[in-house]
């Protein structure tokens, strides 16, 4: 009798786990920004939502009950996949080729980890084209922009506020197109002759509200509207990139403040390759650096660039931690 009243009770929560775990996929996959508590689930963590796979897998294990662990399994995936972006590089790169370019994007949060230690993980990974975000110390006149600069000796350098690119290439062309007037932010757009392979470099720091709102700032009764406006900032932005038009090959890197979960990221993303889930392995956690629980640092690339790898190196020298692709820019037809 026990052991049949278990048996229901590991099918009947095994089948309302899976249920939970496919309406929260599709919930965050196709309503997310839509209503303020899907945008709340949407953004945070998902690790919390194994907590029942860690009693039920074990349980349908100790039972032997083969259907029971299939189902959990499934269970499993969609949480891996789904919610919380495991990704696995099956796709072999292909295409023409051309000029192999190792570009680093990083939020290097003001310098505040010591900038010998930023240049370490600079010098460690070895890029060609470095782009950060809040190379600054929180005032447009920095100090750790100089600094920056006499460290990267030789290089080339283009830069705006709190945005600034090196590159061991020459820069040919630099730009500034400015996002949401009130967010105050901007996308660098530089390019970059990569030996005679030209390529597009848009380096941007998405910002998540505007007017001095935080979440903390009104109080409970003031999550749904902050929510609602967090997420209409974030929106605007992406679109406002989707507006300046420019010519293939482009490569879009960057602190975009945003999980790649939501139908704002979907849609950009169905636009711009995203290099990690494309060939990275993984989860490609970036924040917090110390024990990273979300991606929202990516580098996007066109189709017509080869990716080749995308990693996630360990540091703890600003709070987020870098991204770093391994690109081929195809070669200027003459």
């Known amino acids: 009798m026990i052991s049949d009243r278990s048996g229901r009770g590991l099918r009947v929560l095994t089948a309302a786990n899976l249920i939970f775990v496919v309406g929260l996929w599709l919930i965050e996959t196709f309503v997310a920004e839509r209503h303020w508590l899907t945008t709340l689930i949407t953004y945070m963590p998902q690790h919390w939502a194994v907590l029942p796979l860690l009693v039920l897998l074990p349980w349908a294990l100790v039972r032997r ?24 590089p099956l796709r072999a790169p292909t295409g023409k080729s051309g000029q192999a370019v190792r570009i680093m994007t990083w939020n290097i949060h003001h310098a ?82 990569a030996e005679g392979s030209p390529v597009m470099v848009w380096n941007i720091h998405l910002n998540v509200a505007v007017g001095g709102r935080s979440l903390r700032s009104g109080g409970l009764r003031g999550v749904p509207a902050y929510l609602r406006h967090t997420a209409a900032v974030r929106r605007d932005q992406m679109l406002d990139l989707d507006t300046i038009l420019v010519a293939a090959p482009l ?21 711009h390759r995203d290099v990690f889930r494309h060939a990275g392995l993984g989860f490609g956690y970036t924040y917090p650096a110390r024990r990273p629980l979300m991606r ?34 195809p070669r200027k037809e003459r």
């Open 112 to 193: 505040s980890g010591g900038t010998e230690n930023i240049m370490a993980v600079v010098e460690r990974e070895h890029p060609d084209i470095v782009c950060f975000q809040e190379a600054s110390d929180g005032r447009w006149q920095s100090t750790v922009l100089p600094e920056l600069r006499k460290a990267f000796k030789g290089w080339h350098y283009s830069g705006f506020r709190e945005v600034a690119t090196f590159s061991r290439f020459p820069i040919i062309e630099e730009r500034v197109h400015r996002l949401m007037p009130e967010t105050g932010r901007v996308v660098l757009d530089t390019v970059v002759d």
């Open 65 to 88: 009950s083969r259907r029971m662990i299939g189902w959990n399994l499934l269970a499993v995936c969609i949480f891996l996949f789904g919610l919380m972006g495991f990704s696995v």
């Open 251 to 271: 490569v879009i890197v960057g602190d975009f403040n945003t999980p790649p979960r939501g139908c704002y990221y979907r849609r950009f993303a169905s636009r």
């Open 296 to 329: 929202i640092d990516y580098v996007f690339a066109d189709d017509d660039i080869r990716v080749r790898r995308c990693f996630v190196p360990k540091t703890t020298a600003s709070d987020h931690r870098p991204v770093v692709a391994d690109l081929v820019i």
